[in-house]
Structure formats: structure tokens, C-alpha cells
């Protein structure tokens, strides 16, 4: 792994886009007091992840944005990019030159790049973890540190060596290695005491496992039951449906003799009707003829007792002329005995 070239814009004293290149033998940069050296060093620290600010030398992250200088206006984002020869595979990803960026806005909006996607902070933790190179690695050192370095606890300065030697990843692996053993030796006493525990009640969970089996093989055997119950059940009902159908059949048929035979009753009924008003008129006919007759009757009785009214008046009328007659001949017969 090799630092090939650092890209800086807007980064603290960097406000135009400024490229270092570090072809092999680049041992120092040198340069006079406030130039910006150490920011070189903080850029470098800062895309590789840096969170704080005190490390990078800064009040807040936003004094880490180019701020102005009398002849020119701050800037409103700052931003790193650092390339990295990978060609040996140290670091853990396919690329063989790897761009690390990151990205800062005034708003306070950032970003972290890798070979120009954005990823998370995460990401680029995981890809420097162990290589030697990363914010606690101790890559990069600060100015007055060194000292500091020296005269730390043993083993902080034990772990710093480790660090950069790379022995730490297995120390840090052994540590969680016992932990997880440690664990598991818990595990196991519990486990332990569980058994003992379990072993107590094996007697009466088997008691209750038999109560189980035979509970399991009685729930069968009704259900067998209950499955015979109701296929005679369905037997039962299939047969009386067959009946009742047979006899909605029947039911069915006598309804159309039925029906047949009402109609036949509604003509014979019609043709009754039509006799009837046949013989109404008929009587009504005869009624009118009867009426007649009598009337006729009446006039023929009347004219019969005129008749016979004439025939008394006639005989009375005779009567008298005989009388009259016989006076006559008495008379003519006196009147020939005067003669
Ligand atoms: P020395 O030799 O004293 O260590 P140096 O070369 O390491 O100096 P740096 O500490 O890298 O210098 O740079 C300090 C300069 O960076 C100061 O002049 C400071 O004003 C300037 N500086 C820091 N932050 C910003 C910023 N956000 N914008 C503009 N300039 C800044
Ligand atoms: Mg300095």
C-alpha cells in the first residue's frame, strides 16, 4: 500500500484545488511556520475518517472550511480526496488504486467517498481496520506527540506497537476469543445446572409423557368414531334425501293430474255456464209467451160474457115479443069475436 496523492479544495488553508503527489523517496515537506504543513497532515486524517475536531485542530468542523482571507471570500465546502496504491492487496476490496474522499458543506451536510460512490463512514473504517493506516493507528502523529508517545503508560505504548506492527487485530481477536470461551464456560454451568435440574423432573414428565401417549392414542380412537358416526350419519341422511326426492317426484306428478283435471272442470264448467244462460233465455221465452196467452185468455173471457150478456138481452127481448105476440092474438082474436 502506497500513498500516491492527496487532493485538497477548500480544506483549511487550501482554498483553490491543491495536488500532492508523493512519488517514492518523498521523505518531508518542509516549508516556513503557518504555511499549512500540519494541515497536510489533518487533511490526511480527516478523509480517513477523523471525528474529532480537537484532533484536527479545529473549534468546530466548520473551521475546517476554507474561512477567507483579506483578499478573499471563505468558501461554503470543503473537501479531500486521498489515493492509495492498492496493488498489493493490503486493503480488503478488488480495486487496485483506491480514492478515499470526503465532503463537507457549511450547512453541515458531509459525505464519504470511495473511488467516487458515496458510502458510509462505516465502510471506510472497515477497509483501513488493521492496515496500520486510520485515525487511532498512530500513522499519523502529531506535532508534540511524539514526545507524549515516549512517555506514556507501558502498555498504551505496548498497544501502539502492536498497532502499527499489526499484532493488534489477533491480540483484539484473542481478547474476544476468550471472551466468547468465557461465555461458553457460563453456558456450560448452566447448562449443567439445567440437566441436574431436568434429570429431577424426568420422573414425573415421563408419568406425564405416558398420560400424553395414551391422551393422544384415546383422541384418535374418537375421532375414528367420530368419523364412522358421521358417515352412517351421511349414509342416513343421503338415503331419506333419495326418499324425499322420490316423493317431491311423486308430489310432483299428482299436482299435474291435478291440474289437468281442473281445467278439465274449469271447460266442463264453462260448457254448464253457457247451458244454463241458454236455458234462462228459454224461460224467459216461455215466461213471455205465457204472459201473452193469458192476455189472450182474459179478452176471449171478456168477450164471452159479452156474448152471453147480449144472448140474456136478446132472450129477454124475445120474451117480450112473445108476449106482445100473444096479446096480439088475444086481441085479434076478441076483436074476431066482435067482428
Ligand atoms: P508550523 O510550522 O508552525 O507547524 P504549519 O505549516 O504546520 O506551521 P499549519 O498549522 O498547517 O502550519 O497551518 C496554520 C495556518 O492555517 C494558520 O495560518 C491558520 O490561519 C490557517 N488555517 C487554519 N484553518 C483555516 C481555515 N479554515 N481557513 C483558512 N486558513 C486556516
Ligand atoms: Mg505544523
Given at each position: 500500500m502506497y500513498l500516491t496523492k492527496l487532493e485538497m479544495r477548500g480544506f483549511k488553508t487550501f482554498a483553490d484545488k491543491t495536488e500532492l503527489e508523493f512519488k517514492p523517496g518523498i521523505t518531508a515537506i518542509v516549508g516556513p511556520n503557518g504555511v499549512g504543513k500540519s494541515n497536510i497532515t489533518d487533511a490526511i486524517l480527516w478523509v480517513l475518517g477523523e471525528q474529532s475536531n480537537k484532533a484536527l485542530r479545529?473549534?468546530?468542523?466548520?473551521?475546517?472550511?476554507?474561512?477567507?482571507?483579506a483578499r478573499r471570500r471563505p468558501l461554503g465546502m470543503a473537501e479531500v480526496s486521498l489515493t492509495l496504491d492498492n496493488s498489493d492487496g493490503?486493503?480488503?476490496?478488488?480495486?487496485s488504486e483506491v480514492v478515499v474522499g470526503r465532503r463537507l458543506f457549511r450547512s453541515g451536510e458531509s459525505a464519504y467517498l470511495l473511488n467516487r460512490a458515496t458510502v458510509r463512514l462505516r465502510d471506510i473504517r472497515d477497509l483501513f481496520v488493521?492496515?496500520?493506516?486510520?485515525?487511532?493507528?498512530?500513522?499519523v502523529v502529531g506535532q508534540g506527540e511524539l514526545e507524549a508517545i515516549l512517555s506514556i503508560r507501558s502498555e498504551d505504548r505496548r498497544a501502539l506497537i502492536e498497532e502499527v506492527a499489526g499484532v493488534r487485530k489477533y491480540r483484539l481477536r484473542r481478547t474476544e476469543a476468550e471472551r466468547k470461551l468465557e461465555g461458553t464456560r457460563a453456558n456450560l454451568v448452566r447448562v449443567t445446572d439445567i440437566l441436574h435440574e431436568l434429570s429431577s423432573q424426568r420422573g414425573p414428565l415421563e408419568e406425564e409423557a405416558s398420560r400424553a401417549r395414551q391422551y393422544k392414542e384415546l383422541a384418535e380412537q374418537l375421532e375414528g368414531l367420530e368419523l364412522q358416526l358421521l358417515a352412517v350419519d351421511y349414509r342416513r341422511r343421503a338415503s331419506r334425501r333419495g326418499q324425499l326426492v322420490n316423493e317431491v317426484e311423486n308430489l310432483r306428478t299428482d299436482a299435474a293430474a291435478v291440474r289437468t283435471k281442473i281445467s278439465q272442470l274449469d271447460a266442463e264448467h264453462e260448457q254448464v255456464s253457457l247451458r244454463i244462460a241458454g236455458l234462462a233465455d228459454e224461460l224467459e221465452r216461455l215466461r213471455d209467451e205465457a204472459t201473452a196467452a193469458e192476455r189472450r185468455a182474459d179478452q176471449q173471457r171478456q168477450s164471452t160474457a159479452l156474448a152471453q150478456e147480449r144472448l140474456r138481452s136478446i132472450a129477454e127481448r124475445r120474451q117480450q115479443l112473445v108476449t106482445l105476440q100473444e096479446q096480439g092474438r088475444k086481441r085479434i082474436a076478441k076483436l074476431q069475436q066482435r067482428l
Open positions: 479545529a473549534e468546530s468542523a466548520q473551521d475546517l472550511i476554507f474561512a477567507g482571507t493490503s486493503l480488503p476490496t478488488d480495486y488493521d492496515t496500520g493506516l486510520g485515525p487511532q493507528a498512530y500513522s
